[in-house]
Structures are given as structure tokens and as C-alpha cells.
């Protein structure tokens, strides 16, 4: 019965002969998940990107979309407080105060090198120009290496004391060849080939340094400069030795001139780097670094660390490495001419290039596309009638 109705309603209506029935397609469904009223701003690691789908067609079985600006995660507003630091137990101590435990006595420092700049630009800067410049450098250089080659018994037992027999051998040989060969130690022969024995300072400030005695605190003093406690000492130590042995060394007359020659001698070899360090804004704290910074450097080279480990040029505080980066010697040099440029000024570093751009993310949302509904025929249903 059943059967013959579907029929006769088919008839009725006026089918084409098909086997199949399309079944009516369903309207536009709503979104599944409509969108929700603005929230407030969370920050971006509680709130994940949302995505809007784009239009698809009956042929893709899933549609690939970028997430756009407007989707993007939301920023935390600037009222809002930023999470705060996990806390730590690490105590940090600042540069300032760390300042105040080797430079305790700053205040007064400072008063000794305003009252010894003053007396150096007004007097012995000018007398240092006037030896430099109407003295001739083969004398002056001469007069150097004279005063050089005395210090020489002096480092030599310094680096046994440091158990450095090879380097206190090395010592000995050039002041052997410098007392002879090179007339009393006029002429610098030992630095020459075949010898290739360069100087190299020492003295008990760095056997005190080089088994860990602490340079003690910072002091400016007049006829001395920049120094610390254990290099005051070291100093003392290293001037009365050699007299000590060397009863001659004694004289009134030879101290006098040696002391005014070898501080003409050494003010004239820092001539560069003291007009170089008055340009900076803070004078006494550039004066305080470089000396800290070439002891410290001293000290680490006789450790065999650092750049002066192969040997250094220059004086206090001023110093440099004897063979820069390429490691050739440099030519030799008549004290107190300025050194090149490259080596007074270390080189600049090259800016980080800056970071490129992440790409964008793209984020694949399946698509399910309904398509008809294929329903099986009645039994013995015949196109146009029952």
C-alpha cells in the first residue's frame, strides 16, 4: 500500500526518470563558534592566536589561512603591572662600590693629582718638550737604555723568585751583552738579531702580585703617580737592592741625576698616552683604570694569560703588547716618539647586524563540505506508474 502511494504521488508531480534524488541542501550554517563580546587584554602567553577561515570550494578538502593583524595576540596596555622577577639570592654589588674598596681614599687622590697635574702642566710638561725636542733621540735613547740595563740584576732574581729560571737566564745573558757589546748598556744589542733578547720589566710589586698579594688600595702620589700599597713597596724594594749591592750606586751625585733623568725619560715615553687621557671626560678615573688595567695585565702575563704574555712595550700605565695580533716584532723606536696610532687605539667593533623579520604562520583548518544524499528506490518502482 505504502508502495503504490509513493508512486502515484511521483506521477503527480511530474519527476524526470532519475534514479537518483537529490536531497535539498541545507542553508548556510552559523558559525560554530561565534564571537565572543571584547575581552580586556591578557598577556600573550594566555592567549592564543585565533584564526579566521577562509572562503572554500567544493573541490579542496581543506583550506590553508594566515592569521591577519586582526587576530593577532593580544599586548598587555602599559597601566598594566608587569609580572614581577622571580627573586634571587645573588648579592649585587656595584661598580661604584666596588670602587670605594680599592680606591678608599679618593678624596685625597684626587687633591694629589689636581696639585701634580697643575705643576706638570705648567712646568714639567713644558722641560720634557724641551728635552724631547732639543736633546737628539740617539742620546736620549742611549741615556734609556743605560738606565734600562740597570734594572736588569734586579729582574732576574725577581723571575727566580717566580720560578722562572729560563726567563731570569734570558735576563742575565742581555745584561751580559748589553754591559759589553753594548758599551755599558749604551746601545740595545741584545733585542737584535741573533739574540732577539727583548726587555722585560719586572720587580717585586710583580713577585707580590704573581703569588696573590692583593694590590691594596689606590694611591696618586707626588714623584710617583698612579701605584697601589704593594706596588709602593715593590718599588722601594726594587730602588734600594741594586745600590745596596752596588756601593757606587749610592753617590748623592749619581741618585740626583738618575732620578731626574729617568723621570724626564719616563714622562717623555708617556707623553702620548697622558695627552690622550686628558681628553676624556673624567681624567682621575681614566688615570686609575689604565693603571689597574696594565697591572692587572702585567701580573696575568708572568702567569703566562693575557695579551703582554709575549712581552710588552711601553711604560706604566701605558703599556702594550711587544707583538700585537701578527705576532712580528715591532721596529724599534727612539723613547718618547709617539707610537702608531693602531696601537694607542684598539680597534673598532663591527655593529650586530640586526635581526630579520620572523615570517608569517599559517595554520591548516580542515573543511567538511556536505554534498546530496543518495536514498535507495521503493521495490518495484517503474518510472510513470505503478
Known amino acids: 500500500m505504502l508502495s503504490a502511494v509513493l508512486a502515484a504521488s511521483l506521477t503527480q508531480t511530474g519527476l524526470p526518470d532519475q534514479a537518483v534524488a537529490a536531497a535539498p541542501q541545507p542553508e548556510a550554517a552559523a558559525p560554530v563558534n561565534p564571537a565572543p563580546p571584547p575581552a580586556p587584554a591578557t598577556p600573550p602567553s594566555t592567549t592564543p592566536p585565533s584564526t ?22 593580544a599586548v598587555a596596555k602599559p597601566d598594566q603591572t608587569p609580572p614581577a622577577k622571580p627573586a634571587t639570592s645573588e648579592i649585587v654589588v656595584s661598580g661604584q662600590q666596588r670602587m670605594k674598596r680599592l680606591d678608599p681614599v679618593e678624596g685625597i687622590n684626587k687633591v694629589s693629582f689636581q696639585a701634580i697635574e697643575g705643576v706638570d702642566k705648567a712646568l714639567i710638561g713644558p722641560v720634557i718638550h724641551v728635552y724631547r725636542d732639543r736633546i737628539p733621540g740617539p742620546i736620549r735613547q742611549g741615556l734609556h737604555n743605560f738606565f734600562f740595563n740597570l734594572t736588569e740584576p ?25 754591559s759589553t757589546v753594548g758599551v755599558g748598556g749604551l746601545i740595545d744589542v741584545a733585542k737584535k738579531k741573533p739574540f732577539n733578547i727583548y726587555y722585560r720589566p719586572n720587580g717585586f ?13 689606590y694611591l696618586f702620589l707626588p714623584l710617583v703617580g698612579p701605584t697601589n700599597v704593594r706596588d709602593l713597596i715593590g718599588s722601594l724594594l726594587d730602588q734600594a737592592a741594586l745600590p745596596a749591592v752596588v756601593k757606587p750606586l749610592n753617590n748623592y751625585y749619581y741618585v740626583l741625576a ?12 708617556i707623553d702620548a698616552g697622558v695627552e690622550r687621557v686628558r681628553k676624556t671626560s673624567n681624567v682621575y678615573a681614566s688615570y686609575r683604570q689604565a693603571y689597574m688595567k696594565a697591572r692587572f695585565e702585567e701580573i696575568e702575563a708572568l702567569h703566562g694569560r693575557g695579551p703582554l704574555a709575549k712581552g710588552e712595550i711601553g711604560q706604566p700605565p701605558f703599556v702594550r703588547p711587544l707583538f700585537p695580533e701578527g705576532g712580528a716584532a715591532p721596529a724599534a723606536t727612539p723613547s718618547g716618539t709617539t707610537p702608531p696610532a693602531a696601537a694607542l687605539v684598539p680597534a673598532p667593533t663591527a655593529a650586530p647586524a640586526p635581526a630579520a623579520p620572523l615570517p608569517p604562520v599559517f595554520i591548516a583548518v580542515p573543511i567538511v563540505e556536505p554534498h546530496a544524499v543518495v536514498q535507495p528506490l521503493p521495490p518495484g518502482y517503474h518510472p510513470g506508474g505503478s
Do not use: C, M
Open 154 to 178: 734586579v729582574n732576574a732574581v725577581n723571575y727566580v723568585l717566580q720560578l722562572h729560571p729560563g726567563k731570569a737566564l734570558k735576563t742575565v745573558a742581555r745584561f751580559g751583552i748589553n
Open 52 to 73: 579566521t577561515p577562509a572562503s572554500t570550494t567544493p573541490d579542496s578538502a581543506a583550506t590553508t589561512v594566515a592569521s591577519t593583524p586582526d587576530t593577532a595576540p
Open 205 to 217: 710589586g710583580n713577585t707580590f702580585g704573581y703569588w696573590g698579594i692583593g694590590p691594596g688600595p
Open 258 to 269: 738618575a732620578g731626574v733623568i729617568t723621570e724626564l725619560d719616563y714622562r717623555v715615553d
